[in-house]
């Protein structure tokens, strides 16, 4: 029998690509486990190395899964596959043993955590890049298209310009910077067109990829312009993901519009976070900035939370005695 705690515990899973969070919280946010995991990318992993890693993260942090009020999981590539997803929605189904969770894309998550929930858009900028927002119960996405055509100022994005700047520095068709000394360091190289060899092994790992965006920040840090102009363009780009979404949720001509972030790659700071604020304002006067109020880890099972909620009032509200008439 479900006893008295289960609507006082409630999961939520922050997937990536580079890691999955499980953050078991009470109603009132606060943290009772947690478990990091490795990437929930499933084009990568593969389904069943997905299914796995949901079972044993969530065994890690809920013994009992039916004592869970709800459960939400916030996916990579999520909504990006009209064949995979049915499958992937029905995934935390066996491994809870109720209907009490919902499925969404991870986006979700950084936007729950930054705004707790409430009306605005936030921007994702980790391995790779998306922009979720919700205005009076209209959401909108854009951008998170995947790193091979799209991604524009995600971590992968940022260091694919960066090797593509030291492969011009080292022809002489671009001034030399200190990129080119930060790269030969990184990889050990012997001549630079051992890069090759080291980045082609990696190209199947996005991972392995952005995680050369720190290399590109360095370089900019030491006064690079040239690698600095990236994280510029990069944050244009960025801006450019949240305009279209403010336009698809058509805020009032007179309301603020909140924008948050999450992701490493603002992490880097200023070199991303004043050319994107920049580039936002220039574009419309309404965007007023947000620090984030909590990670994306904590988003989701504040999310959990917020559709518990949402849950329980739709129940109450087909169980009342109008509605009962009604039918």
């Not at 997937?15 to 919280?25: H, M």
């Not at 709800?70 to 929605?89: H, N």
């Not at 244009?236 to 490493?264: D, M, R, T, Y």
């Amino acid at each position: 029998m479900r006893n008295g705690l289960i609507e006082d515990i409630y999961l939520g899973v922050d997937g990536g690509g580079t890691k999955t969070a499980f953050t078991l919280v009470d109603s009132s946010g606060k943290v009772l486990a947690q478990h990091l995991a490795g990437s929930s990318y499933y084009p990568q992993i593969g389904i069943e190395n997905l299914t796995d890693m949901l079972i044993s993260g969530v065994a890690k942090v809920c013994p009992d899964p039916d004592a869970l009020g709800f459960a939400f999981f916030g996916l990579p590539a999520f909504g990006e596959d009209s064949r995979i997803d049915p499958l992937i929605a029905q995934l935390p189904l066996d491994m809870l043993g109720h209907d009490r969770f919902a499925v969404g894309n991870d986006m979700v998550c950084g936007w729950a955590g930054s705004l707790g929930g409430q009306d605005g858009i936030n921007i994702v900028s980790g391995t790779g890049s998306i922009a979720y927002g919700e205005c009076r119960g209209k959401s909108a996405r854009a951008g998170g298209w995947g790193e091979i055509f799209s991604d524009e100022g995600s971590a992968y994005w940022i260091a694919t310009r960066g090797l593509q700047l030291f492969s011009r520095m080292s022809d002489g068709r671009s001034p030399r910077g200190p990129l080119l000394e930060a790269l030969r360091d990184h990889f050990a190289l012997q001549e630079d067109l051992d890069l090759c060899g080291h980045v082609i092994g990696a190209a199947g790992n996005r991972d392995s990829i952005a995680a050369l965006s720190q290399i590109v920040a360095s370089a900019a840090n030491a006064g690079d312009e040239a690698a600095a102009d990236i994280f510029r363009d990069a944050a244009n780009e960025l801006a450019e993901i949240v305009h279209a979404v403010a336009k698809e949720l058509a805020f009032g001509a007179e309301e603020h519009i909140p924008v948050s972030w999450s992701g490493g790659v603002f992490r880097s700071g200023d070199l991303v976070t004043a050319p994107f604020k920049r580039r936002l304002t220039s574009m419309d006067s309404r965007y007023r900035f947000v620090k984030p109020i909590a990670d994306p880890t904590l988003g989701a099972a504040l999310y959990a939370v917020r559709r518990a909620a949402t849950s329980r009032a739709r129940l109450c509200e087909n169980a009342s005695p109008l509605n009962a008439r009604k039918s």
